[in-house]
């Protein structure tokens, strides 16, 4: 029974993250479900993505968090558009949470819309949003063993990002380790470097974020509109 | 439905968790639940623990991991009696996933036992194993707001250790937030700040886990047998 019941709430669950793929891909929303440990850099992400990308992607973000507004208010400080899920508890975002905040969200004015996930390197692993992307994302400082320790989320990752770099002097980060064991899971994922709290590295990641719009969105959009 | 099965669920491993805290008890072993997002540092406060208590103490350690016998492998090569629970997918332990493991360690020949739980923030807070004393750790690269985006784990805990002080000069730590935060769900547990990675503040950690078994165990048995 207790697989039953895991096969129909995955099932339900895909149902409703197709809807809103579709809605997203409508508005040529390009829509990157962000994953990572409690810590390791989701929203620092975000606002040196914005940064990064301000005169040629238009953002949004919706924050899950299980308690507290601390990220979404961060976020919102710097002008970008954000709604916020308390999950009360739950331990990942799953796509019928998402619905009402995409719908609080003005999908026409946005290019990319940044889903940040519960700090789990578990459990949101097995939920898809309706995303265009899962992106995880590994503070250095937590060590190059995760994708043996944690192998679903490296495995189902789109794009993976190694941040905190401007800490590799101070800790015994066994880069080949990592990679080793990211490839053993997952051979096509980018690994993409940076801090995000220096800067360094975020224009590679940023331009590949570029090129995942162009590549759905470029075609029928031509340049994203960043006019407003 | 979900509710009554949950409750359901949460009995349950009440139960098994009581005979599993009767076993230890009946043996005069103190069990840490060590719960903290993945790379908080668990394995090595496990060892540096060993080694300040070593003539004081004699540990016993369950390693529970979703993949992978990394940690257990590290342990046990420290001459310390070790049994692996790989969970398969399942981001926490309960109550009767450590009952076989627990069965495998020989408790008249140990004193603590330390269990290292799912590399996880959020699921592990909301299962007793048995244990007499739940245990959080963070790494204080995982900055000071987690004590308000994870508010369960910082309720429950008996205590609290913040590892890595050794990069606090390379991070933004705002200690006064996190203690704040602390403080406003959890006015008893103590905190110890320390490296795992230098030792630095250990032996003050070690120090309290001796009081703890004393207190419970130290009136019936005298000092602990380290004479193996």
Redesign the interface.
Known sequence: MEIEIKENIFNANDQLAADNKAKLDREAVLALNLMA????GKTSLILQSAKSLSDRLRLGVIEG????S??ADNVRSHGIPTELINTG?A?HLDANMIQTPLAGIDLPSIDVLFIEN??????PAEFNLGEHLKIVIL?A???A??P?????MFKVADAIVIN?I??MP??DFRTGYFYDGVRALNQQAPVFELSAKTGEGVDAWASWLLEQWNERFGQGHGEPDTSR
């Open positions: 440990s409690p810590g390791a968090d299980i308690a507290s601390i990220d508890g331990c519960v700090g789990n390197l578990v459990c503070s400082a937590e060590g063993d995760k043996y320790k944690y192998p679903l905190k401007d800490l101070y800790i």
